[in-house]
């Protein structure tokens, strides 16, 4: 099953979906996918089609591949114009992942703030080849995604540039508008920002997730590549605070995110 064929089940049957184990992520379900099936379900709930402003993600447990996901959402407040959301990934009758959400309709305003300019990288010609999904040694979610290097070092490189990036998009999907669902997959697509200062392969993973979007989303393909850099701003004691940004490929801002990382090195 690819991407949106997921998040057509969500949408049928969210008190059972099975996600397969190409999806996965070491032992646990690639947590893009799980926020965005959970964000999905969310979506559903509301009254309107007021877009999604920001969402604060917890990856509570790991959600296992081929085993049932019931996703439960709670509508706690809809204003008139911006709604607070929970959403829940339950699997074996323990919450995997944890939502809340907040969608707000446009309203007149007469602040207006440009975006900073999207951060240099090297052009998608002169980027690193595309890196391949190779069995037992990339993640196997990899088949589904694909990352062209073009800032910083690879996980356990030893490199220690606090930034890391390049060019990303999905691989197997239809040619459609790209939404917040797709966004989440790409934003977190890219291994957490302390695994390139490592040596040797270990164990890492993404704690809390907050990653707020620029409304509308731009005009663009789910087959078109996306810039995307990551900052370490700080990591002691197991746990890393990177802030990162996608762009479209023309540099237009498409999303912030923070995450809080684990490293087990």
């Known amino acids: 099953m690819n991407f949106n064929q997921l998040l057509d089940a969500v949408r049928a049957h969210p008190d059972s979906v099975s996600v397969p184990p190409d999806w996965a992520q070491g032992r646990a379900v690639f947590g893009g996918l799980m926020a965005a099936m959970v964000y999905e379900a969310m979506r559903l709930k509301l009254a309107d089609s007021r877009p999604v402003r920001s969402l604060a993600v917890s990856f509570v447990a790991p959600a296992a591949p081929d085993v049932a996901i019931r996703f439960e959402v709670e509508v706690l407040r809809e204003g008139k114009a911006v709604s607070t959301v929970l959403g829940r990934a339950i699997q074996d009758d323990q919450v995997v992942t944890l939502v809340q959400g907040n969608f707000g309709a446009a309203r007149p305003s007469v602040v207006q703030v440009p975006a900073e300019p999207a951060m240099e990288m090297k052009a998608l010609e002169q980027a690193a080849p595309e890196l391949p999904y190779i069995k037992g040694v990339t993640p196997e979610f990899m088949r589904h995604v694909a990352l062209r290097w073009a800032i910083g070092g690879l996980p356990f490189s030893g490199n220690q540039s606090r ?32 695994m390139p200062y490592l040596k040797q392969p270990a164990a890492g993973s993404t704690l809390t997730w907050t990653i707020e979007f620029i409304q509308p ?11 995307y850099c990551v900052e370490t701003e700080h ?13 479209t490929a023309e540099g237009e801002l498409l999303a912030l995110s923070r995450q809080t990382v684990t490293v087990f090195a």
């Open 163 to 194: 930034h890391m990036g390049g060019w990303v998009r999905l691989r197997d999907v239809a040619q459609e508008q790209i939404n917040e669902a797709h966004l989440l997959a790409l934003v977190d697509a890219w291994p957490p920002s302390l």
């Open 217 to 227: 989303v731009a005009s663009l393909s789910t087959l078109d590549w996306c810039r």
């Open 235 to 247: 990591a002691r004691d197991g746990y890393g605070h990177a802030a990162a940004a996608l762009w």
